[in-house]
Nanobody, 119 residues
Framework: QVQLVESGGGLVQSGGSLRLSCVASGSIFSVNAMGWSRQAPGKGRESVARINRAGSANYADSVKGRFTISKDNANNTVYLQMNNLKPEDTAVYYC?????????????WGQGTQVTVSS
């Protein structure tokens, strides 16, 4: 079993910054990709950023130039540095990790951390 624990959420004013962290633990022998998604009230969950095994990252258009995803392979940790935050970034942020199995990558999710940006 794999567990993900996020931290770093909170309340910040528009234009401010936050850094989210997510530590994966448990039966992890390999990780193919790690990422962050978010879900705002009344909306579906959307992918914000992902980083693959090689370290290549991609971002949602809405956060490009403001958010940066990074990882620490040795500690199975993924980070999301969020700068110039806007009220529309308010959401519950979930980290996820793709663990390879014999047939496919299995995705695990954290419990989520609230980010609230005030105007």
């Amino acid at each position: 079993q794999v567990q993900l624990v996020e931290s770093g959420g909170g309340l910040v004013q528009s234009g401010g910054s936050l850094r989210l962290s997510c530590v994966a633990s448990g039966s992890i022998f390999s990780v193919n990709a790690m990422g962050w998604s978010r879900q705002a009230p009344g909306k579906g969950r959307e992918s914000v950023a992902r980083i693959n095994r090689a370290g290549s990252a991609n971002y949602a258009d809405s956060v490009k130039g403001r958010f940066t995803i990074s990882k620490d392979n040795a500690n199975n940790t993924v980070y999301l540095q969020m700068n110039n935050l806007k009220p529309e970034d308010t959401a519950v942020y979930y980290c996820n990790v793709d663990i390879p199995t014999d047939d496919y990558d299995r995705r695990y999710w954290g419990q989520g951390t609230q980010v609230t940006v005030s105007s």
